[in-house]
C-alpha cells in the first residue's frame, strides 16, 4: 500500500510496521508497508489518528490500522465492522443496540458452541420484541424463552427463580446449590433427600398422590448429610404415576426449595425437578 507524503517526515507523525519503525522514501513518496498512525491535528482526506479534530472524513481508516491513545471526535461508521481480539467500551452513558422497527427492537447474536450442541442456525439470539426479552436460538423451529416485561412488577421488583430438573433413575441424583434430591433404590420407595457437600438443617412439609387416595406430612430440624436419607416421611410409592412435591427449607443456608417427583415405570425414568424460591 502507498501513501503520498511529503519528502521527509512531518513532525510528530510516527511511521511503524508492527513493533518497529519503518517507512521508505522512493524519491516521489513515502511507501509504508502496514500500518500509518499519526498523532498529529489534521489529516489530508479528514481527521488521521488518535486526537484529530478537522477533516471531511472525521477518521480515514487503513488496512492494518495501528492506534494508540483515544478518538476525541465524534464518528459515524456504516456498513459492516469487523473486530479481532479483545474489545473495551468504557462509557457514562447507555449502550443501545438497534435503533428498533415495528415490532423489534435492538439484537444481539451469539455463536454457538462448536461442538456438543443441538443449536441449529448460526448462535443464539437475545432480542427485544414488544414487551418481550426473547432468548432463542437463531434458526430451526426457534427453539427459546421470553420475560413478558408488561406482567412484571414495578420498580424492578420481581425475581427469576432458578430450576433444575431431569428424567433419571432410581439412585441417579438431580443437584442444585447443596441439595441433592433421588428415588430411593430399596426400601420404601420414595424422595430421599441429601447434602451435596456440607451438613444442613432443614424444615420439610409435602403431600403426595396415590391411586385412592393423597396425603402429607411436615418435620422440623431436620438434619441432612452427604449420607442421603431415607423415603422423605417414609412414604412408598409403588406406581409409576405416583407423585410427591416437598417442600424445604434450609435454614443452614436460609434457602428455600420446591421439589416435584413423580415415580416412571419400573422406576427407570422418574421425573424430578428442583425449584429454588428464595
Request: hydrophobic residues 30%; aromatic residues 10%; charged residues 10%.
Amino acid at each position: 500500500m502507498a501513501l503520498n507524503f511529503p519528502s521527509s517526515p512531518i513532525s510528530g507523525q510516527t511511521y511503524q510496521s508492527g513493533s518497529s519503525p519503518y517507512y521508505i522514501f522512493n524519491g516521489n513518496y513515502w511507501e509504508i508497508d502496514r500500518a500509518y498512525v499519526v498523532n498529529g491535528t489534521s489529516g489530508t482526506s479528514g481527521t488521521s489518528g488518535t486526537s484529530g479534530s478537522s477533516g471531511s472524513s472525521g477518521l480515514v481508516n487503513y488496512t492494518g490500522l495501528i492506534t494508540t491513545g483515544s478518538i476525541s471526535t465524534t464518528q459515524n461508521i456504516t456498513g459492516s465492522v469487523t473486530i479481532s481480539g479483545s474489545l473495551n467500551i468504557i462509557t457514562t452513558s447507555p449502550l443501545q443496540i438497534g435503533t428498533g422497527s415495528g415490532d423489534e427492537g435492538g439484537e444481539i447474536l451469539l455463536a454457538k458452541a462448536i461442538t456438543n450442541t443441538t443449536i441449529t442456525g448460526s448462535g443464539i439470539t437475545i432480542d427485544s420484541y414488544r414487551d418481550r426479552l426473547r432468548i432463542f436460538e437463531q434458526g430451526g423451529d426457534a427453539r427459546g424463552v421470553y420475560i413478558d416485561l408488561s406482567k412484571a412488577p414495578t420498580g424492578v421488583n420481581g425475581e427469576l427463580t432458578w430450576k433444575t430438573s431431569g428424567f433419571v433413575a432410581a439412585g441417579t441424583f438431580v443437584t442444585m446449590d447443596n441439595l441433592k434430591v433421588a428415588v430411593t433404590t430399596s426400601g420404601s420407595r420414595g424422595l430421599s433427600i441429601g447434602a451435596v457437600s456440607t451438613s444442613f438443617e432443614a424444615d420439610v412439609s409435602g403431600w403426595y398422590t396415590v391411586p385412592g387416595g393423597s396425603g402429607g406430612g411436615s418435620a422440623n430440624n431436620i438434619t441432612y448429610t452427604t449420607t442421603a436419607a431415607g423415603s422423605a416421611f417414609g412414604w412408598n410409592f409403588g406406581a409409576h404415576g405416583d407423585m410427591v412435591q416437598v417442600n424445604i427449607r434450609d435454614k443452614t443456608n436460609s434457602r428455600f426449595y420446591r421439589v416435584t417427583m413423580m415415580i416412571g415405570a419400573s422406576y427407570l425414568s422418574n421425573f424430578i425437578s428442583i425449584e429454588r424460591l428464595h
